[in-house]
DNA sequence: GGTTTCCACTTGTATATACAACCTAAGACA
DNA sequence: TGTCTTAGGTTGTATATACAAGTGGAAACC
């Protein structure tokens, strides 16, 4: 074997190699150090530079193509593509700015605050094995003294290990979360359902009152970081989504 | 080289054969022939059946795991994913694509279609003035015989003069929008709600099962094009949407 | 100068090989 | 019977290698 040329990026981590590279080109995109048309070093100088295969290299820059991240063209090279008008479905993600933003008084009771072993469900969508701890939170949100959400999150303890130290009255954990784990990947599962009693007596619902259910599923570097069940009384509250179509399809 | 053991499906297409593996197994899905949690061949069995290598099978299997068709565990096996009632919100717009996705097949009932006046509602949407004359929509769309949708639309005359002409169950109002007015934006609104009487019955819900109500909006040139509440069983649909948050904000 | 040819670099695909990790079931053993 | 070990199949990753195809510029040529 040749001597690399060029280890300072040696890769450590016990994750696979082509998710390091993702990670670090995509932290470089996400910081602004690799900006929009800017050009990503070629496949042979990720060769070089951390001394991975071609098809390793290849893999890393293919998925992130992929993802959307970058643009590639066969004979000229890589570029971080150009995210311009990406569709900024459901931009609010933290409710104390969205009522705020509503010229409204955010308030929140913080009914649990916990660490407990995962059930198969949860251990599942955080992607841990079966009863591994995680931390669980409960907490119901008032939008001018009036329930307007009940947030049910389970956390895994990695990705912020001080989360029970927090005092969640003043800040969300979403907040919390986004400063300690930047997120990546966000997915929501909308569902309409009948609220429990519990909650529909906590968010101050009638009988024959639907609920709305988000689902959140946040990722950091390619890792589960959150998931969260947001329940909201179906009179109260609705969700948009604003988007322009590209040219897909 | 050993003599492959079975060409039968040899690949002869232009295309790359993972690709041509792909679409091979997603049109099984699409088909029905493979359903919701079967098991899909391995990838020893890819190369044997097709006479690929292994890393060129696994490629097509992991693409299609990443797209969501396939669910993967190692040392078990992969396996169809169920996407049984989860709609995409951002990319897919139309629900016999949707459907016909799922490897489902879409049918449709036209219930109504009609020009009438405008109410003050539908006229504020569609920011035309009062009793102004619009298209009026409604149909039932199934997913295997069982109602899947209620589609009750609103069309504007000025951008599809020739609505009232259209076979609806052929193709859905959607595609033919689509094609006459190119889309430019698109606004959601999502609600929990209490479906009325015939909606119930129309959808096949019991009396205490909530329903999901998208109401969509869109816009070509600038001007409104339609509006839409697309009514769902709780119960049988949810919706996901996954989206990359990039470096704003 | 203008044209063509050719070379270097890039991505795209395909293969053979190797080892690790994971899961299941059959068999060995107490 | 119950528990442990083992073997075989599965996915996940990593590498070295090879060739094809696209691009762009440099060099050769007219």
Redesign the pocket.
Same mark, same amino acid.
């Given at each position: 074997?040749a001597i690399a040329a060029d280890k300072h990026h040696a890769l450590r981590s016990g994750l696979? /190699?082509?998710?390091q590279v993702k990670a670090l080109i995509l932290e470089q995109i996400q910081s602004g150090e690799l900006r929009a048309n800017d050009r990503?070093p070629?496949?042979?100088?990720l060769v070089m530079h951390f001394?991975?295969?071609?098809?390793?290299a290849?893999?890393a820059?293919?998925e992130l193509?992929s993802d959307g991240y970058l643009v /590639?063209?066969?004979?000229?090279?890589?570029f971080v593509a150009d995210l311009h008008g990406r569709s900024q479905i459901m931009k609010v993600q933290n409710i104390a700015d969205e009522i705020s933003r509503r010229g409204h008084i955010h308030s929140a009771d913080v009914l649990t605050l916990e660490k407990i072993v995962a059930g198969h469900d949860v251990a599942e969508r955080l992607q841990l094995v079966d009863e591994a701890p995680v931390f669980h939170s409960v907490i119901v949100h008032r939008e001018n003294d009036q329930p307007i959400q009940i947030e049910d999150r389970f956390v895994c303890p990695a990705a912020a290990p001080e989360y029970l130290q927090q005092d969640f009255t003043d800040t969300t954990p979403n907040q919390y979360l986004c400063e300690v784990a930047p997120l990546q990947t966000v997915e929501h599962t909308i569902r309409a359902i009948i609220p429990d009693s519990r909650s529909r007596a906590l968010l101050n619902m009638s009988r024959e009152e639907p609920g709305l259910l988000i689902r959140r599923r946040t990722w950091s570097d390619g890792r589960p970081v959150s998931t969260v069940d947001l329940c909201h009384p179906g009179h109260r509250y609705e969700l948009t989504a604003n988007f322009q179509s590209s040219n897909e399809d």
């Open positions: 074997m696979p /190699r082509y998710q990503v070629s496949e042979q100088e001394g991975v295969s071609r098809m390793t290849n893999r820059l293919r193509a /590639r063209q066969a004979g000229v090279g890589t």
